[in-house]
């Protein structure tokens, strides 16, 4: 109870200070984290990329996924939340950047292909070409048969905004499946999960 508290009281107090880097009401709650690590492979020694952890409410989840062996990198642009996700999640590998370079960030630390990204990246806070770019770069890291999955928030599926955001990774993804509308979450959510990337656009 005591560790939910302070994430969530960081959360509201980075919230607070960076409006223009924290996107989502609240932190993803349990069951949409659960959700969204469902890609992550629990056998052999997969290399998972989480970008926007924040305070690492998806990042519990992917570590109960991923098996003894494997990587979970975590990609996060907020001095503070890394910070807090390196204070509070030893064995979680925390880079501080923008996911637009995610490519040289993780060349950098001797990462060239992944299993699987999970994204809890406020979408809705980056313009049409910035989203196209962390789109390629998880495009162009994902190993044949990786996964990418991330959250659409069900509120919003029928503004413009998200519509071209849909429409977006079809155009980059070969495939994308739309989860049913996990109720448990504030907001409602719904996820969003991507296979094939097509290296194009």
Known sequence: MNSLFTEYRTFVTRAVREPSTVGAVLPSSPVLAREMAAVVPSTERPVVVELGPGTGALSGAIAQRVPE??????????????EHLRATHP????????????GELLAGVG???????VSGLPWSLFDAESQRRVLREVGGVLAPGGGFTTIAYAHALGLRGARLFRHRLGE???EVITSRTVWRNVPPARVYVCRRPVLRG
Do not use: T, Y
């Open 91 to 102: 064995g979680l590998e925390v880079l501080e950047g923008n996911a637009e370079r995610l």
């Open 111 to 117: 990462i060239h292909s992944v299993d699987a990204v």
């Open 69 to 82: 062996g494997g990587r979970h990198v975590a990609v996060e642009i907020d001095p503070g939340m890394c």
């Open 172 to 174: 980059l993804f070969d």
